[in-house]
């Protein structure tokens, strides 16, 4: 459980220093919070693909880096807003690059 935790604080602070980094040049919350997501997805492929356990820094340091929740919040602003269609989009854009590059760094891991 320790361990967990440990790795879950560094994949938090991970995350935040990334979305800060992607925000900051392209002033989009969303695409920082897409690209979080999506690079998390491979990186989960590539350990995944490398044959790596679900160990303790799988969960905890990628568990804390990715972030479903903001991706929701962001959307359902959107929904609330009335622009269902950037909602959709976003929610879209997200569950289908995330499932593409997890099974690409799965395929390039496990070659």
Known sequence: MINIAVFGFLGAVARYLCYVAVETRARQPKLATWFVNSAGSFVIGVCIG????????????????????????????????????????YISATLICGLLLFAAGYSIASV
């Open 50 to 89: 490398a044959g790596l356990s679900a160990s303790s820094g799988i969960f905890g340091f990628l568990g804390a880096f990715t972030t479903f929740s903001t991706m929701a919040l962001d959307s359902v602003k959107d929904f609330e807003d009335g622009q269902w269609k950037r909602g959709t989009f």
